[in-house]
């Protein structure tokens, strides 16, 4: 409803992770977005970038159409707790965690994880973007398994 120009940035088509996703994902090389090998950083002024990570202390509470949102700054298997942070603290970037604990509730479960996916948090992203309700996005992207429900 809402398009949004997408960037697979620092994204080599020679490298490992390029060949997975060519592997796993049916039409990978016919996506629709830009992809290149140029680092975020670089590609953008470092103003307008600000960095999604579950670590941050600031909520999103909106999206800005001037800004570019980093998210699976790290695409790693295993999970390093405030390193995307720390990366993005380093070059002054500003980081934002998604509004779950405003609008989700922890369920009755032992496990509960505020990390997502990246295709969960584009999800959500984009849900937002064109519905403009944090509820409604929050609820179709994040997967039941994590421990959250929406809020009565």
């Known amino acids: 409803d809402t398009p949004a120009h997408v960037y697979f940035a620092g994204f080599d088509k020679n ?3 390029y ?3 060519i592997q796993k994902i049916d039409g990978f090389e016919k996506y629709q977005v830009e992809m290149t090998e140029v ?3 670089e590609l953008f002024d470092t103003n307008d970038i600000i960095y999604l990570t579950p670590d941050a202390t600031d909520m999103l509470e909106e999206l800005d159409k001037d800004k570019v949102y980093v998210i699976g700054g790290i695409v790693d298997e295993s999970v390093i707790k405030n390193l995307s942070k720390q990366r993005a603290d380093a070059a002054n970037i500003p980081t934002y965690r998604l509004p779950i ?3 989700m509730r922890r369920k009755d479960q032992i496990h509960f ?3 997502l996916a ?3 948090v584009f999800e959500i992203l984009v849900t937002y973007l064109s519905s403009k309700n944090w509820r409604a996005a929050l609820s179709r ?3 039941e398994r994590k421990g959250y429900v929406l809020k009565d």
Do not use: A, K, T
């Open 113 to 115: 994880s505020q990390i």
């Open 141 to 143: 992207g994040v997967p």
């Open 39 to 41: 680092p975020v950083l």
């Open 15 to 17: 490298g490992e992770l």
């Open 118 to 120: 990246i295709n969960q």
């Open 101 to 103: 604990d405003r609008y």
């Open 19 to 21: 060949q997975e996703c």
